[in-house]
Structures are given as structure tokens and as C-alpha cells.
């Protein structure tokens, strides 16, 4: 059974910085994709980031968000900083995505992990 656990979550100021981390169990995921979504109240799920054979971001989070992850470890990780209000949202770890295909086709999701920016 995969099962997929964040922790980082939090309450942060607007400037802040919250990093996220997503530990994958039950099998290895070194070749597929790996990424974080999110979803505000009232929104759609969003795409965040992405690792795989590339990192891909969304324009939004671009030069203040970084994703890493280590096979290894079997962990993916969400560095969040100069977060905005408008990154208040529930983060959710995904996996199983194609390798090629870092935004779509994820197969296993986390419970998700509430980020919250105070302005």
C-alpha cells in the first residue's frame, strides 16, 4: 500500500519562509514523477511544482518556491519562501506522475498539509 505523509504546514507571516516534506512509503518512485499541489477554499486544486526529468513551476510560486527530492530518503520537498497571502492554501504531496509528464497523471496523494499567510 503507498501512502504518502506531508509535514511543514503551518501559520507564517507574508515574507516567511515554511518548508514542506512529503515522505513516500510502500514503494520507490525514483522513476516517475513526483510534485505538490495546493487548493484554496472555494478553488480548484492547482498544480505547484513538479520534479522529474525536469522541475517545472507554476509562474506564480517561480523564483520563490523550490522543489528537491531525494530517492533515497524517498522524500520530496516544498521550500517556500517570500510566501503571500494568496499561498494560503492546503498543500498536497503527489507521486506516480509519468516522468516526462510533470503535471498531470499523479496516482497517489497525500492528506494534505494546511499552509496559512497572515498579511
Known amino acids: 500500500q503507498v501512502q504518502l505523509v506531508e509535514s511543514g504546514g503551518g501559520l507564517v507571516q507574508a515574507g516567511g519562509s515554511l518548508r514542506l516534506s512529503c515522505v513516500a512509503s510502500g514503494r520507490t518512485f525514483s522513476g516517475f514523477a513526483m510534485g505538490w499541489f495546493r487548493q484554496a477554499p472555494g478553488k480548484e486544486r492547482e498544480f505547484v511544482a513538479g520534479?522529474?526529468?525536469?522541475?517545472v513551476y507554476q509562474d506564480s510560486v517561480k523564483g520563490r518556491f523550490t522543489i528537491s527530492r531525494d530517492n533515497v530518503k524517498r522524500t520530496v520537498d516544498l521550500q517556500m519562501n517570500s510566501l503571500k497571502p494568496e499561498d494560503t492554501a492546503v498543500y498536497y504531496c503527489?507521486?506516480?506522475?509519468?516522468?516526462?509528464?510533470?503535471?498531470?497523471?499523479?496516482?497517489?496523494w497525500g492528506q494534505g498539509t494546511q499552509v496559512t499567510v497572515s498579511s
Open positions: 520534479i522529474g526529468a525536469l522541475t
Open positions: 503527489a507521486a506516480g506522475a509519468d516522468f516526462y509528464n510533470i503535471k498531470h497523471g499523479y496516482l497517489y
